[in-house]
Nanobody
Framework: QVHLVESGGGLVQAGGSLRLSCAAS????????MAWYRQAPGKERELVAS??????????DSVKGRFTISRISRDNTKKTVWLQMNSLRPEDTAVYYC???????????WGQGTQVTVSS
């Protein structure tokens, strides 16, 4: 099992910045990939950014150049992934979810979500 706890959401004006954090605990040694998804009201959940165990990062076209995903692992007891969000736009408003995949267990885990609201 993997437990994910997100933090860092909030209300910000357009053009501002926020940094989301996701702390993973449990069976983290076999996490292959961590990612941030978001879901706006009335829309499907979409991938925002992902990072592999070799630090390869991928981004949705809508956030490229504005968002940065990064991670740290310490002694296989803690893994944290961050999402630095700059130049925020009202269309970035959504609930942001942290996700972790364990290929060996064919399992995917989700955090509880954190609200990001960007005012115009």
């Amino acid at each position: 099992q993997v437990h994910l706890v997100e933090s860092g959401g909030g209300l910000v004006q357009a053009g501002g910045s926020l940094r989301l954090s996701c702390a993973a605990s449990g069976s983290i040694a076999t996490i292959n990939r961590m990612a941030w998804y978001r879901q706006a009201p009335g829309k499907e959940r979409e991938l925002v950014a992902s990072i592999e165990s070799d630090d390869t990062a991928n981004y949705a076209d809508s956030v490229k150049g504005r968002f940065t995903i990064s991670r740290i692992s310490r002694d296989n007891t803690k893994k944290t992934v961050w999402l630095q969000m700059n130049s925020l736009r009202p269309e970035d408003t959504a609930v942001y979810y942290c996700n972790a995949d364990r290929t060996i267990a064919r399992a995917s885990y989700w955090g509880q979500g954190t609200q990001v609201t960007v005012s115009s």
